[in-house]
């Protein structure tokens, strides 16, 4: 099976195509293409994804990206990438209304995809949610008018399944992702963090997943985007912070080694696995303006990005070992931007062979923990919806465990 995944629920244009054989319980996987286009630069002068214009930008690149993840892939017969085949003005019409909204868009949808042949593709799959609406609409839309005009199914996404599934690919010794499939047993514990959501996840089969637990506010990388904002650091505030953190402290009067500095952990032992992290950006932003005046905040840097990143790692953790040991769990899996961080990725694999000897630890390898379009075609695989281009719609609040 052929999957082209599309995913624009944030700030990255992403698309890949990949083939999947095997049986679903022992599958494997040919990544054809895959390209991420980030908007980052975009955004960073704002200080966070601006939707309107993130929307604008997925309007501006999908068709040209389609395009590359096509030749990439070698998926057009040789001789007919361009068939100059008439399009009735029936389709035309049908084609406007789909992307109606989307006229730039629409425009080289008909300039670019409309003139070449229909790809070897069996389906087509796109985020639908969760995200932010206006950029969630454009890659869906985009989704259906590509499945009107191919004639293809259609296959509506959960993006935190994306997150989950991204992180049953491992690379091999030659670099490559595969999938990792014997070492994920029933019951999975999912970590997800991301800019937009931290959850933890009981994944009892393929259908059922139940969430143990949620952020009540900040999710984990909206915390790092905002405390990397009070640092003026770059956006997105996620890697600026860990990089800040490796750097050695410029002033020798603080250093978060010693416990000098000193940020909350907050409901690291609350008795549910539900999170916050909007006191500890708050603890943050005190700490800042109480110290400023005296203080420079630049050469501190160093010292408060590491007690801060420390302080988000153990409450994710701790939480993450306290479920894993309540429910039994036999494998664990991490995905989401966040799990690309160094510092949670060496604590957990240390704290998991401590406590929990036996039980796979799964992170998504750093390329894939971001938002992109091949986890996309993971989870359309093992668990998308299938649908039609009339049907296909954007639920920008969908939960994971709405998915199946
Ligand atoms: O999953 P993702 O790419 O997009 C959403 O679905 O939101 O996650 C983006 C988030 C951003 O908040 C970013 O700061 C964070 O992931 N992030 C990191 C790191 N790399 C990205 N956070 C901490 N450490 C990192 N190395
Ligand atoms: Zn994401």
């Given at each position: 099976m052929r999957i082209l995944g599309i995913e624009t629920s944030c700030d990255e244009t992403a698309l890949a195509i990949a083939d999947f054989s095997g049986s679903r319980t022992k599958?494997?996987?040919?990544?054809?293409?895959?390209?991420?286009?980030?908007?980052?630069?975009?955004?960073?002068?704002?200080?966070?994804?601006?939707?309107?214009?993130?929307?604008?930008?997925?309007?501006?690149?999908?068709?040209?990206?389609?395009?590359?993840?096509?030749?990439?892939?070698?998926i057009l017969k040789p001789g007919t990438e361009r068939t100059g085949q008439k399009t009735s003005r029936s389709k035309f019409a049908i084609l406007d209304s789909i992307l109606g909204r989307e006229q730039e868009l629409l425009r080289q949808f008909k300039e670019s995809v409309v003139p070449s042949a229909r790809p070897r593709i069996d389906a087509i799959a796109v985020t639908c949610g969760p995200g932010l609406a206006p950029a969630l609409w454009v890659g869906v839309n985009f989704a259906r008018a590509l499945a009107y005009h191919w004639n293809k199914p259609l296959i509506s996404v959960n993006h935190m399944a994306g997150h989950l599934y991204a992180a049953t690919l491992q690379k091999n010794k030659a670099g490559v992702p595969t999938f990792a499939h014997s070492r994920v047993k029933f019951p999975v514990l999912?970590?997800?963090?991301?800019?937009?959501?931290?959850?933890?996840?009981?994944?009892?089969?393929r259908k059922k997943f139940i969430i143990l637990g949620q952020t009540r506010d900040d999710a984990a990388g909206e915390a790092f985007d905002k405390v990397g904002r009070m640092l003026k650091l770059p956006y997105p505030g996620g890697p600026a912070i860990s990089a800040m953190a490796e750097t050695e402290v410029q002033n020798s009067e603080f250093s978060a080694k010693d416990g000098q500095i000193k940020f909350p952990r907050p409901m690291i032992n609350a008795e549910n696995y539900d999170f916050s992290f909007s006191g500890l950006k708050t603890s943050v932003l005190y700490f800042i303006r109480g110290i400023e005046k005296t203080h420079s905040i630049k050469k501190l840097r160093p010292a408060i990005a590491r007690e801060f990143q420390n302080a988000?790692?153990?409450v994710l953790v701790a939480k993450t070992l306290r479920a894993a040991g309540e429910y039994q769990v036999r494998t664990i899996l991490v995905g989401g931007g966040v799990a690309a961080s160094e510092c949670l990725r060496k604590t957990l694999r240390t704290r998991v062979a401590e406590r929990l000897p036996n039980v796979p630890l799964l992170l998504a390898d750093p390329t894939l923990s971001g938002d992109n379009g091949l986890m996309i075609c993971l989870a359309a695989y093992f668990s998308g919806k299938k649908t039609t281009w009339r049907r296909a719609h954007v639920n920008a609040n969908l939960r994971i465990d709405e998915t199946t």
């Open positions: 599958p494997a996987i040919k990544i054809r293409s895959h390209i991420v286009s980030s908007q980052r630069d975009l955004h960073t002068k704002f200080g966070g994804v601006v939707p309107n214009l993130a929307r604008r930008e997925h309007e501006k690149n999908l068709a040209a990206i389609l395009m590359r993840v096509l030749e990439e892939s070698e999912a970590l997800l963090v991301s800019g937009g959501h931290t959850e933890l996840v009981l994944v009892q089969s988000v790692v153990d």
